[in-house]
């Protein structure tokens, strides 16, 4: 395995003694629109719940949840997947110590030692010699092919944990842009610093990792936007991140998003959840020749203001009836029981250039968590199936993955130690 020798400079506990922890706040959303509510599932686990901290410019490495799923909307990402390389468990776990020390670097914003000009530097460079908070968060992942054969992991794959389908829209041509072994959900304050971050981690292990698939992401964020409400649009022009819950309501977190002791999960798993990566393309040349009544009768909401249609509000409970063609009413129909399927949708939207026809390749970057896969994004994709909005989409790849705890207090502690060491 590629290590790189030297001190990393000042300590993790004497840089951030005087910098202040980040956490969560209202979070930028995907394409579904939900409300929160109970979930019928039994009671949730709230004795060690993760407590999302005020947002600030340092997102917390050493906690018990992996903290970048709550923390504070990013105006820069990245979301990658990635194979494993190594041969045996002992090697996954050198390796994930590697790649723990980085995520934790880069997180920090400390500085890299300063080597002589005959050496490669130890860091980028992007962010200049003392990087600095820069809200930086990382969120890795196990894939369901992390759980064959290899490593020896097979009887601890949680059931839900499969490859991704392939849904009635999908347009999953070729399987390289989907799946992975590993995901790695890259956010921070500006791309300069998701890219370092990014970097970072692929320098450190080179020839244990390599890239599957990868997408850089944005969002244009109104820090001002009141809470409850949206801070960012789609390039489809909506107002993107509706009825998130709350991830600064840790009764609600635990309800809908961390893994609980009764959900029937392995053991090693429970403070995780469940992640649902989607590449999905967007037609905008096309939709930018619709009508715009017509494209807020498939969104099932007012462009400008968010509200539902006939509300004036973006937080005015939308009002179905009998109609549930729109987006959103498909999305969360708001009937008896349609609560448990709350996700916390967290995306970026992407530019990519041009494809071979000379069109606009742009879309979103959807990422979502959830205490149940089935229960949470499964089903949400299985309503959305056939909705009209489909003509404008075109789904590209993802993958279903699993976050592991976060690696807890102890300087020793890594991501996916629970697993590793079960």
Same mark, same amino acid.
């Given at each position: 395995?590629?290590?790189?020798?030297?001190?990393?400079?000042?300590?993790?506990?004497?840089?951030?003694?005087?910098?202040?922890?980040?956490?969560?706040?209202?979070?930028? %959303?995907?394409?579904?629109?939900?409300?929160?509510?109970?979930?019928?599932?039994?009671?949730?686990?709230?004795?060690?719940?993760?407590?999302?901290?005020?947002? %600030?410019?340092?997102?917390?490495?050493?906690?018990?949840?992996?903290?970048?799923?709550?923390?504070? %909307?990013?105006?820069?990402?990245?979301?990658?997947?990635?194979?494993?390389?190594?041969?045996?468990?002992?090697?996954?776990?050198?390796?994930?110590?590697?790649?723990?020390?980085?995520?934790?670097?880069?997180?920090?914003?400390?500085?890299?030692?300063?080597? %002589?000009?005959?050496?490669?530097?130890?860091?980028?460079?992007?962010?200049?010699?003392?990087?600095?908070?820069?809200?930086?968060?990382?969120?890795?992942?196990?894939?369901?092919?992390?759980?064959?054969?290899?490593?020896?992991?097979?009887?601890?794959?949680?059931?839900?944990?499969?490859?991704?389908?392939?849904?009635?829209?999908?347009?999953?041509?070729?399987?390289?842009?989907?799946?992975?072994?590993?995901?790695?959900?890259?956010?921070?304050?500006?791309?300069?610093?998701?890219?370092?971050?990014?970097?970072?981690?692929?320098?450190?292990?080179?020839?244990?990792?390599?890239?599957?698939?990868?997408?850089?992401?944005?969002?244009?964020?109104?820090?001002?936007?009141?809470?409850?409400?949206?801070?960012?649009?789609?390039?489809?022009?909506?107002?993107?991140?509706?009825?998130?819950?709350?991830?600064?309501?840790?009764?609600?977190?635990?309800?809908?998003?961390?893994?609980?002791?009764?959900?029937?999960?392995?053991?090693?798993?429970?403070?995780?959840?469940?992640?649902?990566?989607?590449?999905?393309?967007?037609?905008?040349?096309?939709?930018?020749?619709?009508?715009?009544?017509?494209?807020?009768?498939?969104?099932?909401?007012?462009?400008?203001?968010?509200?539902?249609?006939?509300?004036?509000?973006?937080?005015?409970?939308?009002?179905?009836?009998?109609?549930?063609?729109?987006?959103?009413?498909?999305?969360?129909?708001?009937?008896?029981?349609?609560?448990?399927?709350?996700?916390?949708?967290?995306?970026?939207?992407?530019?990519?250039?041009?494809?071979?026809?000379?069109?606009?390749?742009?879309?979103?970057?959807?990422?979502?968590?959830?205490?149940?896969?089935?229960?949470?994004?499964?089903?949400?994709?299985?309503?959305?199936?056939?909705?009209?909005?489909?003509?404008?989409?075109?789904?590209?790849?993802?993958?279903?993955?699993?976050?592991?705890?976060?690696?807890?207090?102890?300087?020793?502690?890594?991501?996916?130690?629970?697993?590793?060491?079960?």
């Amino acid at each position: 395995m590629t290590t790189d020798a030297g001190d990393r400079g000042t300590s993790r506990r004497s840089f951030l003694a005087g910098t202040a922890l980040a956490g969560a706040g209202v979070l930028v %959303a995907g394409c579904s629109d939900t409300d929160d509510g109970a979930d019928g599932r039994g009671p949730a686990d709230t004795t060690a719940a993760a407590q999302p901290l005020p947002a %600030a410019d340092v997102v917390p490495f050493r906690v018990d949840r992996q903290a970048g799923v709550i923390a504070a %909307a990013s105006a820069g990402g990245v979301a990658a997947a990635l194979d494993v390389r190594v041969a045996d468990r002992a090697a996954l776990i050198d390796l994930m110590k590697v790649v723990s020390t980085e995520i934790e670097i880069v997180m920090d914003g400390r500085a890299y030692e300063r080597r %002589a000009g005959g050496f490669p530097p130890l860091d980028t460079g992007i962010l200049g010699p003392v990087p600095g908070p820069t809200g930086t968060s990382v969120i890795v992942g196990f894939g369901p092919s992390l759980f064959d054969p290899r490593f020896g992991l097979s009887d601890l794959r949680p059931d839900e944990l499969v490859a991704m389908p392939r849904f009635v829209n999908d347009y999953l041509v070729d399987d390289a842009r989907s799946h992975g072994d590993l995901s790695l959900v890259v956010q921070a304050d500006t791309q300069d610093a998701a890219n370092h971050a990014l970097r970072q981690v692929l320098r450190r292990t080179r020839g244990d990792l390599s890239v599957r698939w990868l997408r850089e992401g944005f969002n244009t964020l109104d820090r001002a936007a009141p809470r409850g409400t949206a801070q960012a649009r789609n390039l489809m022009g909506f107002k993107d991140g509706t009825a998130n819950p709350d991830t600064s309501d840790a009764a609600a977190m635990d309800r809908h998003v961390w893994i609980q002791p009764a959900d029937g999960q392995p053991e090693w798993a429970i403070g995780g959840t469940f992640q649902a990566v989607r590449v999905i393309r967007m037609m905008v040349e096309f939709w930018d020749r619709t009508r715009l009544n017509e494209q807020e009768s498939l969104i099932g909401r007012h462009r400008d203001s968010g509200a539902p249609l006939g509300a004036e509000r973006e937080t005015d409970a939308p009002m179905f009836d009998d109609d549930l063609t729109s987006h959103i009413a498909r999305a969360n129909p708001r009937t008896p029981g349609s609560e448990r399927n709350l996700i916390l949708r967290r995306p970026f939207s992407y530019v990519g250039g041009l494809d071979e026809n000379s069109q606009l390749d742009q879309g979103l970057i959807f990422t979502c968590y959830q205490r149940s896969l089935e229960a949470g994004f499964i089903t949400v994709q299985k309503r959305l199936d056939g909705e009209a909005l489909e003509e404008y989409i075109r789904p590209l790849g993802g993958g279903f993955f699993v976050v592991p705890p976060g690696p807890g207090s102890s300087d020793d502690g890594y991501l996916g130690q629970s697993l590793l060491e079960a």
